[in-house]
C-alpha cells in the first residue's frame, strides 16, 4: 500500500513539473505534424517510425503494448491525434513529461469481457443467457448468437452466467485488460440433483431483470414433455397453452396473439419467415422439434428489430449441430417418424440434417381396413388415401476464426393429399422452403454484427376432376430478402442495436389449366404482383439506475408495388380505370413510423413493474374466409385499393420471482388499436377472383385483456397455469351488414395448466387441462324456400353464436430405458382428451329433405398414441 | 362456370383425418332449439326481355330449423306446398319510364302453367303474384318491386342488362353403364362478348312429349322454383363457347332427357347482374357444402336485394330461350 501510495505521490510531482514547460513546448511537441510512411502496423512499428523519422522521444515498456496490427485511414497527422487514434481500444494512455512521450497503462479505463455462452453438451448457443455481476449489480444479457459484451472498470468480479434449464457457473476474476471469455454451461437434465441446491443460493438474476415484456421463450425439452396429437411434440400447439394466445378450432396450428388475425403472426424460422405452418390442414405444425434449437414469443413490446407484423412475433432458431460429438436421434409413432444427425466436421463445423415423414394415410388404410366392420363410418374413406407429408432441416455452421463465423441454413416441407373414393380424384400439394446464410462479425470487443440472406417460398397446387370439370390450380409467393444488423455494447447500461432490411416479395395468386381440351375452359392467370419492402431501426437499451431501465427505439419501413402489372383504380365499388405499370415501376408506396417503448422498474430484488408501447405496420395479408384456413388461403400484399394494417398496443405488468425463482407469476394488462383491419366482406368470393379487392375491407379493431400466468420453473415438478381475460372487436363496412363483430377466437376466459413430474430417473408424467369460453361461430338461423325443394340457409350475424365451453384433459406418460448407455430410448404413452369430451367446432343442418336435424361435429373423442423415441 | 368452393374436398378429410385414430372425431344431432329464429318474408321474383306475365313469389321461412313446415317437406316433385305462402301482400311493380302495375295473387286453377306434374298446381294460394298489364321489359330499364305486407314495406331495384348472345342448343349423350339408357345433356354454344363484363344462368326443363301445353309466362315461372344454380362468370369463358354443359339439378336426376323417350326441352340462358351472380353462387355454394363446414366458406345468408329486411333475390335478367327435341334411340 505504502508503496502504491509512493508512486503515485512521484507521479502527481512529476506531473505538475512538467506541467509549466508543457504550455510552450509541450504544445508544440504534441502538435508536430507528421507524415507516416504507411498506414498499417503494430503500436510498436508505429511508435519506433515516429522515433526515427522525427527523433521523438518514446518511453514505453514493449510487453504492455498490443500485438495485433492496426490501420488508419491516412497518412498525414497531428501527433497528439494520431496517438490517441493508435491507443484507443488498447487500455493505454500517453502523457508528455519535458520532451518524452510515456506510454503506460490506463489504470481507470474500463476493460470489456466479451465472449459466448454455449451448452456444454453440444456447443449449441445459448440466446438470452445472462451474464450478471455481483459486485456491480449489472449485467448483459447474449444476444442471437449467444454474444456478450460488457464493458466496466477494472477490478475484480464475480461473474454470474445464468441460462434457465441450465446450472449456472460463477467466476471470480480480476479483470485488468480487455478478455474473451466463453462459457459452456451444463443442463440441469444431467445434473437434476446436483443443482437444486446450487440454484436455491444464487441471485434471481433472469426474468425479473429483462426490460422486455410480453414475452415467452419456450425450450424444446419443454414442448416434448407436453402430452400432443399422437404423440407428435408440437410448437405451435404448445403455445397456445400460454396467456394471450387464443385458437379459434382446437386442434389446429392458426392461432391469435392477442386478439390479432391469424395472419399478424411473424413466424420466423432462423430469420426466414414462413407462410404456412401447416402439415396434414393444420393438425401437426412444419417445426420439427428435433431441429429447433430456441422459441422465442413476443406478444407485445416488440423490438424494433422486428417488422411487418401487426400482433406477434414467433422467432424459431434451428440447432446449430452438435460441435462435440456425433449425435444421432429420432423417433417412430403413429402419425410418423423422424431422425436427426449432427455432429462436428473437425474443430470448426458442425452440421445438422433433420428429417420427419408422416404416413398418416398408410395409417387411415390400414385403420378402414381393419376397422370398417366395427366403425361402419370409416368404409368410405377408402383404401387408397395419400395424405402424406415430409420435412429435412438441415444447418452447417463454420467458425472462420475468432471474428467471423458463418451459418447456412434451410427448410423443406411438402404435403400431398389424395383420396380416390372420398373426393373422387382431386389432390391437393403443398410446401414451404426457406434458405437462410448468416454472417457474423465481431468488429471489436463491443460492435457485432450480423448479415442475413433469406429466401423463402410457398407453393401449392390441386387438381380438381369431376363431372363438369377438371383443372389443375398452382400458386406460390416468395420473397428474397437481406438484413445487416449490428448490436453495439457500449457499457453495461447502454446497449444498442441498429440495422437495415430490405425484402422483395413476388406473388403468383394463381393459374389455371385446363386438363380436358374438351371443356368450354381456358387457361387463365391472376396477375402477378411484386413488392419491395424496406426498414431501418435503431434502438437504445438504456439502464437509467439500478431500478429504472429503459429499451426504446424506432422503425421506418416502406412497401413499394412494383410493375409490371395493372393497377385497379375504383369508384363506388365499381371498376373506373385500369393503369398500366411497366417492369419494376413503382405502382403504389406506403411508408410506415414505428416507435416501440418499453421500461421496467424494479420495486425490490425479487419484484419489478414494467409497461410498454408499440406501433407495428403489416403490408402483407393472408385472405382466408374458411373456418379454420388452408393451404390455398392466398397471401396478397396492400396496394391502392387495400390500405396496411397497423397497430398500437400499451401493455403493463407487474413480474414477482418467489422463493428464489423457483415461482414466478406475472400479471399483464394490456390494449390493442388496431387501424385498416382487414377481413373478408359477407359471401365474398376469393377464389380465381382477379378483382380480390373488392371481396375485402378496411375497418377498425380493438383488443384488450387481462393475462395472469403462475410458473414452476425448477425441480422435479415444473409447469404453468395461465389465465386469460379478454375481448376482441372489429367493425369493417361490408362485413356482417357493417355491424361490429368479433372474430372466432374471441373467447373470454381461458385457464390452462401444462405440468410435468419427474417420478426418479426413469418415469415422467405430464399433463395440460384448457377450460376455454366457446368460440364464436356463424350458425343457420332458419330456412326458406327458393327454388323447387331448394332449401337455403339464412344466417346468424357474423360469429354471432358462442359455443359451449371447451375443456380437454391431456396425459402422457414417458419411460426412459436404458439411461447410463450411450444407446438411449425412451417410450411415451399418450391420451388425449382422457374423459372423451366432445367439443364442438361447428354446427350445421343435415337431412335436409326428410327430417332436418342440427348436428355438431367435434374433432377429437378419446385417443391414445404410442410413440418410441432413440438418442444415440 | 368453374366450381369454385373445394370445400367437399376439404371438409371430407377433416373426416378422414378424424378416422385415423379409429374414428374418434364424430358428428352428433343436438337439440334445435338452441339456434330458432322468428320466421322471415322471402321474396323472389324475375323481370326478362322477354314477353310477360312476370311472377313474384312470396313465402315465409321458418326460423327453426327442424321444426316441419305447415306442410312437411317431401322428397317429391310437390314443388310448391313446402312453405307457408304469403297470399294478402300487396304487390307492385314499376319502371322507370311510367309503367306501374299492382300483381294479382296467382292461385290454384290459374291457365298460366302446365306440365307433365299437372297435379301439383290443384292446391290453394303458392305465394305467386302475377303481372296483369306491364309491358315488355327493355334493356336500360330499371325496375322496381314494391311489396306491402302487415305493415311492413319491402323493395327491390335493378336494371335491364344488354340482350343475352344468341343459343344453339345440342345433347351431350352418356350412356349409364350396365343399364340400357342413354342421358342426353343438354350443352349450349354460343359467342361470348369478350369486351364486357358477363354473368350467366343457365337451366333446362324437360316437358314430356305428350304434354301439350306450355303456355304464356312460363319463362318467368318456373325458374323462380327451379332448384339448378348453374351460373358462369365469363372470366373463364372463350370467345366461342361450345357445349358448355348444363348440369341436372343435384338430385333431381330424373330430370335429364334420357334415350327412354324423346323430350321437348326448354333451355334457358338469361344474362345476370353481378348482384344476382352472387345470389345465385351462394346458393349453388350452399347446396354443395350444406353438411360439412369447417373447411368451407365461412357462411353467410345469401345476399339479398330486396330492402326492409326480406329474403330472397329481385332479379332483372336478359333472356335466351330455346326449344328443341332431345334424341331418342
Known amino acids: 500500500m505504502k508503496y502504491v501510495l509512493s508512486k503515485k505521490l512521484i507521479y502527481l510531482v512529476l506531473w505538475n513539473l512538467c506541467m509549466i514547460p508543457l504550455n510552450t513546448q509541450g504544445q508544440r511537441l504534441l502538435h508536430k505534424n507528421i507524415h507516416l510512411p504507411r498506414t498499417s502496423g503494430t503500436v510498436h512499428y508505429f511508435l519506433k517510425e515516429l522515433q526515427q523519422q522525427y527523433q521523438i522521444n518514446f518511453s514505453y515498456d514493449e510487453k504492455v503494448l498490443p500485438k495485433q496490427s492496426l490501420k488508419v485511414t491516412k497518412t498525414h497527422w497531428l501527433l497528439k491525434d494520431f496517438l490517441q487514434k493508435l491507443l484507443q481500444n488498447t487500455r493505454l494512455q500517453f502523457i508528455q513529461i519535458s520532451d518524452q512521450i510515456i506510454i503506460k497503462k490506463d489504470k481507470n479505463a474500463p476493460i470489456t469481457l466479451n465472449g459466448n455462452v454455449t451448452s456444454k453438451a453440444d456447443g449449441e448457443q445459448l440466446i438470452g443467457a445472462t451474464v450478471y455481476i455481483k459486485e456491480l449489480n449489472t449485467g448483459a444479457v447474449t444476444n442471437a448468437y449467444g454474444f456478450y459484451s460488457i464493458t466496466v472498470p477494472p477490478g475484480k468480479y464475480t461473474f454470474i452466467y445464468a441460462y434457465m434449464g441450465y446450472q449456472r457457473k460463477v467466476h471470480t476474476m480480476?479483470?485488468?485488460?480487455?478478455?474473451?471469455?466463453?462459457?459452456?454451461?451444463?443442463?440441469?437434465?444431467?445434473?437434476?440433483?446436483?443443482?437444486?441446491?446450487?440454484?436455491?443460493?444464487?441471485?434471481?438474476?433472469?426474468?425479473?431483470?429483462?426490460?422486455?415484456?410480453?414475452?415467452?421463450?419456450?425450450?424444446?425439452?419443454?414442448?416434448?414433455?407436453?402430452?400432443?396429437?399422437?404423440?407428435?411434440?408440437?410448437?405451435?400447439?404448445?403455445?397456445?397453452?400460454?396467456?394471450?394466445?387464443?385458437?379459434?378450432?382446437?386442434?389446429?396450428?392458426?392461432?391469435?396473439?392477442?386478439?390479432?388475425?391469424?395472419?399478424?403472426?411473424?413466424?420466423?424460422?432462423?430469420?426466414?419467415?414462413?407462410?404456412?405452418?401447416?402439415?396434414?390442414?393444420?393438425?401437426?405444425?412444419?417445426?420439427?422439434?428435433?431441429?429447433?434449437?430456441?422459441?422465442?414469443?413476443?406478444?407485445?413490446?416488440?423490438?424494433?428489430?422486428?417488422?411487418?407484423?401487426?400482433?406477434?412475433?414467433?422467432?424459431?432458431?434451428?440447432?446449430?449441430?452438435?460441435?462435440?460429438?456425433?449425435?444421432?436421434?429420432?423417433?417412430?409413432?403413429?402419425?410418423?417418424?423422424?431422425?436427426?444427425?449432427?455432429?462436428?466436421?473437425?474443430?470448426?463445423?458442425?452440421?445438422?440434417?433433420?428429417?420427419?415423414?408422416?404416413?398418416?394415410?398408410?395409417?387411415?388404410?390400414?385403420?378402414?381396413?381393419?376397422?370398417?366392420?366395427?366403425?361402419?363410418?370409416?368404409?368410405?374413406?377408402?383404401?387408397?388415401?395419400?395424405?402424406?407429408?415430409?420435412?429435412?432441416?438441415?444447418?452447417?455452421?463454420?467458425?472462420?476464426?475468432?471474428h467471423n463465423r458463418i451459418y447456412l441454413s434451410g427448410f423443406m416441407g411438402k404435403d400431398h393429399f389424395f383420396n380416390e373414393l372420398a373426393f373422387e380424384d382431386n389432390t391437393l400439394d403443398w410446401g414451404n422452403q426457406t434458405g437462410t446464410f448468416r454472417w457474423n462479425h465481431i468488429y471489436n470487443a463491443r460492435l457485432f454484427s450480423n448479415l442475413t440472406m433469406i429466401y423463402s417460398n410457398f407453393d401449392y397446387s390441386y387438381v380438381i376432376q369431376n363431372n363438369t370439370q377438371h383443372f389443375k390450380w398452382m400458386a406460390n409467393q416468395q420473397q428474397q430478402a437481406l438484413k445487416l444488423d449490428f448490436d453495439y455494447f457500449a457499457s453495461p447500461r447502454h446497449t444498442f442495436n441498429f440495422g437495415l432490411a430490405l425484402h422483395h416479395h413476388r406473388f403468383n395468386p394463381g393459374r389455371l389449366q385446363a386438363l380436358d381440351r374438351s371443356l368450354p375452359l381456358r387457361t387463365f392467370s391472376l396477375d402477378t404482383k411484386k413488392a419491395l419492402e424496406t426498414a431501418a431501426y435503431v434502438s437504445h437499451k438504456y439502464q437509467i439506475n439500478d431500478q429504472l431501465s429503459l429499451n426504446y427505439g424506432l422503425r421506418f419501413s416502406t412497401f413499394h408495388n412494383l410493375g409490371d402489372g395493372i393497377q385497379y383504380i375504383y369508384a363506388q365499388q365499381r371498376l373506373q380505370e385500369e393503369k398500366i405499370f411497366a417492369n419494376n415501376a413503382i405502382m403504389h408506396s406506403y411508408f410506415g413510423l414505428a416507435p416501440r417503448f418499453s421500461l421496467r422498474y424494479l420495486l425490490t430484488s425479487t419484484s419489478a413493474v414494467k409497461g410498454s408501447y408499440s406501433r407495428t405496420y403489416q403490408y402483407l395479408h393472408q385472405i382466408s374466409n374458411t373456418s379454420i384456413g388452408l393451404p390455398t388461403d392466398v397471401w396478397l400484399p396492400v396496394d391502392n385499393n387495400i390500405k396496411p394494417q397497423f397497430a398500437d398496443q400499451i401493455a403493463i405488468g407487474y413480474f414477482k420471482e418467489i422463493k428464489q425463482a423457483r415461482y414466478s407469476f406475472s400479471a399483464e394488462a394490456y390494449y390493442k388499436w388496431i387501424y385498416q383491419i382487414i377481413d373478408y366482406k359477407d359471401n365474398a368470393n376469393i377464389f380465381l377472383n382477379k378483382n380480390i379487392e373488392t371481396q375485402i375491407s378496411n375497418g377498425k379493431g380493438k383488443a384488450y385483456g387481462l393475462e395472469l400466468m403462475v410458473e414452476k420453473?425448477?425441480?422435479?415438478?415444473?409447469?404453468?397455469?395461465?389465465?386469460?381475460?379478454?375481448?376482441?372487436?372489429?367493425?369493417?363496412?361490408?362485413?356482417?351488414?357493417?355491424?361490429?363483430?368479433?372474430?372466432?377466437?374471441?373467447?373470454?376466459?381461458?385457464?390452462?395448466?401444462?405440468?410435468?413430474?419427474?417420478?426418479?430417473?426413469?418415469?415422467?408424467?405430464?399433463?395440460?387441462?384448457?377450460?376455454?369460453?366457446?368460440?364464436?361461430?356463424?350458425?343457420?338461423?332458419?330456412?326458406?324456400?327458393?327454388?323447387?325443394?331448394?332449401?337455403?340457409?339464412?344466417?346468424?350475424?357474423?360469429?354471432?353464436?358462442?359455443?359451449?365451453?371447451?375443456?380437454?384433459?391431456?396425459?402422457?406418460?414417458?419411460?426412459?430405458?436404458?439411461?447410463?448407455?450411450?444407446?438411449?430410448?425412451?417410450?411415451?404413452?399418450?391420451?388425449?382428451?382422457?374423459?372423451?369430451?366432445?367439443?364442438?367446432?361447428?354446427?350445421?343442418?343435415?337431412?335436409?329433405?326428410?327430417?332436418?336435424?342440427?348436428?355438431?361435429?367435434?374433432?377429437?373423442?378419446?385417443?391414445?398414441?404410442?410413440?418410441?423415441?432413440?438418442?444415440? | 362456370m368453374i366450381t369454385t368452393k373445394t370445400s367437399s374436398f376439404f371438409c371430407k378429410l377433416l373426416l378422414l383425418i378424424s378416422a385415423l385414430w379409429v374414428g374418434t372425431g364424430c358428428t352428433e344431432v343436438i337439440d334445435a332449439s338452441l339456434l330458432a329464429d322468428q320466421p322471415r318474408v322471402v321474396i323472389n321474383g324475375l323481370i326478362t326481355d322477354q314477353p310477360g306475365p312476370y311472377y313474384i313469389r312470396l313465402t315465409y321461412s321458418i326460423g327453426n330449423l327442424t321444426l316441419p313446415s305447415r306442410q312437411p317437406i317431401r322428397n317429391t316433385n310437390d314443388d310448391l306446398s313446402d312453405f307457408e305462402p304469403i297470399s294478402d301482400a300487396l304487390v307492385i311493380l314499376k319502371d322507370n319510364i311510367g309503367n306501374t302495375d299492382t300483381l294479382e295473387n296467382w292461385r290454384r286453377g290459374s291457365q298460366v302453367v302446365d306440365t307433365s306434374?299437372?297435379?301439383?298446381?290443384?292446391?290453394?294460394?303458392?305465394?305467386?303474384?302475377?303481372?296483369?298489364?306491364?309491358?315488355?321489359?327493355?334493356?336500360?330499364?330499371?325496375?322496381?318491386?314494391?311489396?306491402?305486407?302487415?305493415?311492413?314495406?319491402?323493395?327491390?331495384?335493378?336494371?335491364?342488362?344488354?340482350?343475352?348472345?344468341?343459343?344453339?342448343?345440342?345433347?351431350?349423350?352418356?350412356?349409364?353403364?350396365?343399364?340400357?339408357?342413354?342421358?342426353?345433356?343438354?350443352?349450349?354454344?354460343?359467342?361470348?362478348?369478350?369486351?364486357?363484363?358477363?354473368?350467366?344462368?343457365?337451366?333446362?326443363?324437360?316437358?314430356?312429349?305428350?304434354?301439350?301445353?306450355?303456355?304464356?309466362?312460363?319463362?318467368?315461372?318456373?325458374?323462380?322454383?327451379h332448384k339448378g344454380f348453374f351460373v358462369v362468370d365469363d372470366q373463364l369463358l372463350k370467345p366461342k363457347v361450345k357445349d358448355l354443359k348444363i348440369p341436372t339439378p343435384p338430385g333431381r336426376p330424373g330430370d335429364a332427357p334420357s334415350s327412354r323417350r324423346s323430350s321437348r326441352v326448354r333451355v334457358l340462358m338469361y344474362a345476370i347482374s353481378k348482384e344476382a351472380y352472387d345470389f345465385f353462387a351462394s346458393m349453388r355454394d350452399q347446396q354443395k357444402n350444406n353438411e360439412e363446414k369447417i373447411f368451407s366458406a365461412a357462411p353467410a345468408s345469401p345476399p339479398s336485394n330486396i330492402e326492409g329486411g326480406a329474403l330472397g333475390f329481385f332479379t332483372v335478367a336478359a333472356s335466351s330461350p330455346k326449344w328443341v327435341m332431345s334424341p331418342q334411340n
Open chain 1, 713 to 872: 420453473k425448477k425441480g422435479k415438478f415444473k409447469g404453468w397455469l395461465s389465465y386469460t381475460l379478454s375481448k376482441v372487436e372489429r367493425n369493417i363496412p361490408g362485413a356482417n351488414n357493417n355491424l361490429a363483430y368479433s372474430p372466432r377466437y374471441d373467447r373470454r376466459h381461458n385457464l390452462s395448466l401444462v405440468l410435468s413430474h419427474d417420478l426418479g430417473k426413469k418415469w415422467q408424467v405430464s399433463a395440460n387441462y384448457s377450460i376455454i369460453s366457446g368460440a364464436g361461430i356463424t350458425v343457420p338461423q332458419g330456412v326458406y324456400l327458393n327454388g323447387g325443394n331448394n332449401i337455403i340457409q339464412y344466417y346468424s350475424a357474423r360469429n354471432a353464436f358462442k359455443l359451449p365451453v371447451f375443456h380437454q384433459l391431456d396425459i402422457s406418460f414417458k419411460f426412459k430405458s436404458h439411461q447410463n448407455t450411450r444407446w438411449q430410448d425412451e417410450w411415451i404413452l399418450g391420451i388425449t382428451n382422457v374423459y372423451n369430451r366432445k367439443n364442438p367446432v361447428i354446427y350445421y343442418l343435415t337431412n335436409y329433405h326428410t327430417q332436418r336435424q342440427i348436428s355438431h361435429l367435434y374433432l377429437f373423442g378419446v385417443m391414445p398414441s404410442i410413440n418410441y423415441n432413440f438418442k444415440f
Open chain 1, 174 to 402: 480480476p479483470l485488468e485488460q480487455n478478455q474473451v471469455q466463453d462459457v459452456a454451461l451444463s443442463s440441469l437434465v444431467d445434473h437434476l440433483n446436483e443443482v437444486e441446491v446450487k440454484a436455491s443460493q444464487e441471485e434471481n438474476i433472469e426474468s425479473i431483470e429483462a426490460v422486455q415484456m410480453s414475452a415467452h421463450t419456450l425450450e424444446t425439452v419443454q414442448i416434448k414433455t407436453t402430452p400432443m396429437l399422437a404423440g407428435e411434440a408440437d410448437v405451435l400447439k404448445s403455445f397456445q397453452f400460454l396467456p394471450g394466445i387464443q385458437n379459434g378450432s382446437e386442434g389446429t396450428a392458426n392461432f391469435s396473439v392477442r386478439g390479432g388475425s391469424y395472419d399478424q403472426n411473424l413466424i420466423l424460422l432462423d430469420d426466414a419467415p414462413v407462410y404456412n405452418v401447416s402439415h396434414a390442414l393444420g393438425f401437426f405444425s412444419i417445426f420439427n422439434v428435433d431441429a429447433i434449437h430456441n422459441i422465442r414469443v413476443y406478444k407485445g413490446g416488440i423490438p424494433a428489430q422486428y417488422g411487418g407484423r401487426l400482433s406477434s412475433v414467433i422467432d424459431i432458431r434451428m440447432k446449430e449441430g452438435n460441435d462435440q460429438k456425433f449425435a444421432l436421434n429420432g423417433g417412430i409413432g403413429l402419425a410418423g417418424s423422424r431422425l436427426t444427425v449432427e455432429g462436428p466436421i473437425g474443430k470448426k463445423v458442425s452440421y445438422l440434417i433433420a428429417g420427419r415423414y408422416s404416413y398418416l394415410g398408410k395409417v387411415g388404410n390400414l385403420s378402414a381396413q381393419y376397422i370398417k366392420k366395427p366403425i361402419p363410418g370409416v368404409k368410405k374413406f377408402g383404401l387408397n388415401n395419400a395424405i402424406d407429408f415430409y420435412d429435412l432441416n438441415a444447418k452447417i455452421n463454420l467458425q472462420v476464426n475468432e
Open chain 2, 117 to 225: 306434374n299437372a297435379l301439383l298446381w290443384h292446391r290453394k294460394s303458392t305465394g305467386f303474384y302475377v303481372s296483369k298489364n306491364f309491358p315488355q321489359a327493355k334493356a336500360g330499364v330499371s325496375y322496381y318491386l314494391r311489396v306491402e305486407h302487415k305493415g311492413k314495406v319491402y323493395t327491390a331495384q335493378a336494371t335491364m342488362p344488354l340482350p343475352c348472345p344468341p343459343i344453339q342448343v345440342g345433347f351431350k349423350a352418356t350412356p349409364i353403364a350396365d343399364f340400357p339408357l342413354t342421358i342426353y345433356d343438354p350443352v349450349v354454344s354460343f359467342q361470348e362478348p369478350q369486351d364486357s363484363k358477363n354473368y350467366y344462368r343457365l337451366l333446362y326443363l324437360k316437358q314430356s312429349i305428350d304434354s301439350t301445353s306450355w303456355l304464356e309466362g312460363s319463362d318467368h315461372f318456373w325458374p323462380i322454383i
